[in-house]
């Protein structure tokens, strides 16, 4: 059974810096692409990064030259550098994984808070 086991939220004051992390197990299908989401309270859910299994992103304009994102083939894991965070930035972070022939999969969801 497919899990995507989310890592490294919390609470940062403005200007600080977090990574989450996204580890996803239990299948041999290839994943071809991961990414991050978020959602802030009364908001939809806003795509953040993705990620291909090649290497190609791309970023919402409001994290971009901010955030980083970066994957480990071999782990099936994704990573979110975020710095320079802003209130704004408050929401749960979801992380995604496609897998060929499966379809997406969600993480848990991982809270990033940011405090003026």
């Known amino acids: 059974q497919v899990q995507l086991v989310e890592s490294g939220g919390g609470l940062v004051q403005a200007g600080g810096s977090l990574r989450v992390s996204c580890a996803a197990s239990g299948s041999s299908f290839v994943i071809n692409g991961q990414g991050w989401y978020r959602q802030a309270p009364g908001k939809q859910r806003e795509l953040v990064a993705v990620?291909?299994?090649?290497?190609?992103?791309k970023y919402a304009d409001s994290v971009a030259g901010r955030f980083t994102i970066s994957g480990d083939n071999a782990k099936n894991t994704v990573y979110l550098q975020m710095n320079n965070l802003k209130p704004e930035d408050t929401a749960v972070y979801y992380c995604?994984?496609?897998?060929?022939?499966?379809?997406?999969?969600w993480g848990q969801g991982t809270q990033v808070t940011v405090s003026s």
């Open positions: 990620i291909t299994r090649g290497g190609s992103t």
């Open positions: 995604y994984a496609h897998y060929v022939g499966l379809g997406d999969y």
